[in-house]
């Protein structure tokens, strides 16, 4: 099933015409059962596309084959023209990805996590760029304490922070709202949708329609590994 409207990346295509996100008859097998039927999506630089579904939809299949941790049974996915390769580092400086599985390093405070990030990726201002992110996501009173000392909200709330930070030309994010309260799901809809504003190209994972809402341009909506609706949210996500 085809769900966008834009054609296939080209050979000669310049960068300014051609998506920066193209996954081309993706699917997926476990074992036997079939997790991801053919999907084809393409991401225009600066666009926000919202994957909803029930667990196991596909929708964190999906994901993962856009960030190259996992290889489609077919299809292919490409990353600004080329062969999506997480292990380059040259791709690594420009995506980012927020998954299921908290990363962050133990005997650092929250402070020094960021800064480790910051200098990682040659953030300009550093100071002021942790300062920003730390209020952006309720965690400037935390900034003294160790990454092990945070609640599960507050540790989410980091590994956003730290995503959000890099200077990265895509976002992958699955499920960034879990185990965040009403007040961080503001926060985190207000620092997606500067990070959209900004040219950055998002591809998020949500059970909340409220968040696809307020980021998304465009809306997938999956079951049982199928893409079953596509289009803006207002059209897909009926009240």
Known sequence: ???????????GDSDGDRPLLVLEGVSRLHGERQVLRPVDLALAPGEAVALLGHNGSGKSTLLRL?????????????FAGAPMDEDDPAVRARVAVVGDAPACYPDLTVRQHLELVAVGHGVPDREAAVDAALAAHGLTERAGALTTELSSGQLQELLLAAALLRPAELLLLDEPEQRLDPAAR??????????????????????????????????????????????????????
Do not use: Y
């Not at 099933?1 to 990346?9: C, G, K, L, S």
């Not at 985190?188 to 959209?196: C, F, G, I, K, S």
């Not at 307020?214 to 289009?231: P, T």
């Open 186 to 239: 503001e926060r985190l809809a207000r620092a997606l949708t500067e990070r959209r504003a900004a040219g950055v190209t998002l591809l998020f994972a949500t059970h909340h329609r409220e968040l696809a809402r307020a980021v998304a341009d465009r809306v997938l909506l999956l079951d049982n590994g199928h893409v079953v609706a596509e289009g803006a949210p207002a059209r897909v996500l009926s009240p």
């Open 1 to 11: 099933m085809r769900v966008f409207e834009r054609p296939p990346v080209q050979e």
């Open 66 to 78: 856009a960030a190259g941790r996992d290889r489609p049974g077919t299809g292919r996915v490409l």
